[in-house]
């Protein structure tokens, strides 16, 4: 039978910890099997699930910082659903590789076995096309922690516009993400991402706060939450022109 004073004990203690501490904390409590897992019914039917999600509780999720109490209105997607088929069709990596770290900074903790790293990961990404609908390109930087930042340049396929193009580099983005998780080891829903990007329309259709009016993109704003939905907390950010234009030079 529990007790009362000493849960309330305990708690006291956990609030004294640092924010860092507490991760600490609650990731030895998991490795230790101290915590119930619990499996998310996003990571059961993903392509399913995601799009269900409420605009409310998604915008909580994915910005907790600034999610205000009670539901947001919903707004309702114009467009047919469509399966996404990846339309990258060439890739170029600039950076280190993501063997061994060369970041000797002390304020950056690797990582306990089969969790991700502590600090966020960060990802800014900018996409278009030469005529769009034209031919498209991307562009992302991922900022591992640890790690140098590496820039991925993407080419797409023809036809594509500026809003396709920035989806389908802000999904490849997550899909590397996860795929290098995967490849270490890690839970993928311990870890958490700061994105950034000068699209307006993706950041807000992904938060919900906007609806789609088109299949193309309500097929990759489906699939971008799917990825997000496998992962732990994600912070979407819009940010100005300039700031891509000063990381990724274009």
């Known amino acids: 039978m529990a007790h009362p004073e000493r849960i309330g004990a305990l708690i006291e203690e956990i609030r004294r910890l640092s924010p ?22 996003t990571d059961l039917h993903p392509l399913a699930v995601a799009p269900a999600l409420t605009p409310g509780g998604l915008g909580q999720w994915l910005n907790p910082a600034s999610a ?17 088929k ?6 170029v990596v600039m950076g280190a590789p993501t063997g061994e770290s060369t970041n000797d900074a002390p304020s950056v903790m690797p990582p306990l076995p089969g969790q991700a790293p502590e600090q966020p990961i960060r990802v800014i990404f900018d996409g278009g096309s030469k005529g769009n609908p034209g031919l498209g390109y991307g562009s992302y930087a991922l900022e591992w922690p640890g790690f140098p930042r590496q820039i991925v340049q993407l080419r797409f396929g023809d036809r594509v516009t500026n809003n396709e193009a920035e ?38 259709q992904i938060k919900g706060e906007w609806k789609v009016n088109k299949a193309e993109l309500q097929s990759r704003r489906d699939h971008a939450r799917s990825l997000l939905a496998l992962l732990g907390q994600a912070r979407l950010t819009h940010h100005d022109r300039e700031k891509s234009v000063e990381v990724l030079g274009h």
């Open 20 to 41: 860092a501490e507490r991760r600490r904390f609650a990731r030895q409590l998991r490795i230790n099997g101290l915590l119930e897992s619990e499996e998310a019914l």
């Open 68 to 84: 205000q109490p009670g539901p947001a209105p919903v707004q309702q997607d114009d467009a047919p659903v469509v399966p996404y």
């Open 86 to 91: 990846s339309a990258v069709s060439g890739r």
């Open 167 to 204: 989806y389908d580099t802000l999904i490849a983005a997550l899909e590397a993400i996860v795929k290098r998780l995967k490849e270490s080891g890690a839970d993928t829903r311990t870890a958490r991402l700061d994105i950034r990007g000068d699209s307006q329309l993706v950041i807000s």
